[in-house]
């Protein structure tokens, strides 16, 4: 069956950074786009960036655009979000995302940014 994986979260100062990981199994990884959403306390859950499964286009969010970077190894079967310059509103939990017929998600990692 599918599974996604994170890894990664943890505390941070602003201005830190982290690289948050997403173990996938159970699929074809490589034919498949990969997202990370994040859902802060209160809010609702918000697309944060995706990488296709052919010539690796990226999106992004306007609110990570030239701080975040996602990227993936499909010889590990892994996708990464790579995040500097972190600030205390990136507080979030992180989920890796993918839809193959259905949606799937993992469990999330918790990312806090403070001082």
């Known amino acids: 069956q599918v599974q996604l994986v994170e890894s990664g979260g943890g505390l941070v100062q602003p201005g830190g950074s982290l690289r948050l990981s997403c173990a996938a199994s159970g699929f074809t990884f490589r034919t498949y786009a990969m997202s990370w959403y994040r859902q802060a306390p209160g809010k609702e859950r918000e697309l944060v960036a995706s990488?296709?499964?052919?010539?690796?286009?990226?999106n992004y969010a306007d609110s990570v655009k030239g701080r975040f970077t996602i990227s993936r190894d499909n010889a590990k079967n892994t996708v990464y979000l790579q995040m500097n310059s972190l600030k205390p509103e990136d507080t979030a939990v992180y989920y890796c995302?993918?839809?193959?017929?259905?949606?799937?998600w993992g469990q999330g990692t918790q990312v806090t940014v403070s001082s």
């Open positions: 990488i296709s499964s052919v010539s690796n286009v990226r």
């Open positions: 995302y993918t839809r193959i017929l259905s949606d799937y």
